[in-house]
């Protein structure tokens, strides 16, 4: 993707901030990244670009399902961290850019709103808190924002991997 092509898609994406300097120099190079990545794989994906909260996230699509293979979780949190570690040894600064490989993120999502609702159903019914499995520091951020629109309070606890989001009235 050259320069021209990131700037296009971040001007086009709907609903997209305008993107800085900086934010553009950061999604130019992961998206130069990830379309290496994509040519090493021979696989076809659009990539775009919009900012959000201050966060480049980069969304990789495409039309035939072809990047099932890349869009597990695990793969993709993998991919993200090595797509920040591109960023940041080209430009020197930390990268909190987010990754999303065939609708990833979207899934998760809905994955993490059924792990709230459930939580919130058990402490209606009765447990004074529900503790939700062991999750990344941008899925436990989802998961506070979802609990507080339920008007319930959380906390993460835990250290590292083992590091969780707890539910409470």
Known sequence: MTEQDTAAAVDTTEGATTVDDDARDEADIA????????????????????????????????????????????????????????????????????????????????????????AVERIEAGSATAALPPMSSYERKLVHDLVAEKGFHSESEGEGRDRHTVVTR
Not at 60 to 74: C, I, M, Q
Not at 85 to 98: C, D, H, K, N, Y
């Open 31 to 118: 998206a130069d990244y990830i379309e290496e990545l994509l040519d090493i794989c021979d696989l076809d994906g659009d990539i775009e670009i919009e900012e959000r909260a201050g966060r480049v996230y980069l969304s990789v699509t495409d039309e035939g399902g072809a990047l099932r293979v890349l869009s597990k979780p695990d793969t993709v949190s993998a991919l993200q961290e090595l797509t920040r570690i591109a960023v940041q040894a080209e430009t020197g600064e930390f990268s909190r850019l987010i990754l999303d490989v065939g609708g990833s993120r979207d899934a998760r999502a809905t994955e993490l709103q059924r792990l709230v609702d459930t």
